[in-house]
């Protein structure tokens, strides 16, 4: 979700590397599905420099986890 919400902003990962101080390692593993925990300091900076909510970088799959 955070890649596509930097495409209709026109922002690459590297400016909101810049913008924010979070690596580009992180936004990229974050772009990708590559995590399994995000830090809420990352989080409040990602949302606060694109001007969106949680919703907008994160989603649930319930699938995961047979709950």
Same mark, same amino acid.
Do not use: P, W
């Given at each position: 979700?955070?890649? $596509?919400?930097?495409?209709?902003?026109?922002?690459?990962?590297?400016?909101?590397?810049?913008?924010?101080?979070?690596? !580009?390692?992180?936004? %990229?593993? &974050?772009?990708?599905?590559?995590?399994? %925990?995000?830090?809420?300091?990352?989080? $409040?900076?990602?949302?606060?420099?694109?001007?969106?909510? !949680? $919703?907008?970088? &994160?989603? !649930? $799959? %319930?699938?995961?986890?047979?709950?």
């Amino acid at each position: 979700m955070l890649s $596509e919400l930097l495409d209709s902003k026109n922002i690459s990962q590297n400016q909101l590397a810049k913008n924010t101080g979070i690596s !580009v390692n992180t936004l %990229r593993n &974050l772009s990708h599905n590559k995590t399994s %925990r995000i830090n809420f300091d990352v989080l $409040e900076k990602i949302c606060i420099c694109l001007d969106c909510g !949680v $919703e907008d970088i &994160l989603c !649930v $799959e %319930r699938d995961q986890y047979n709950i």
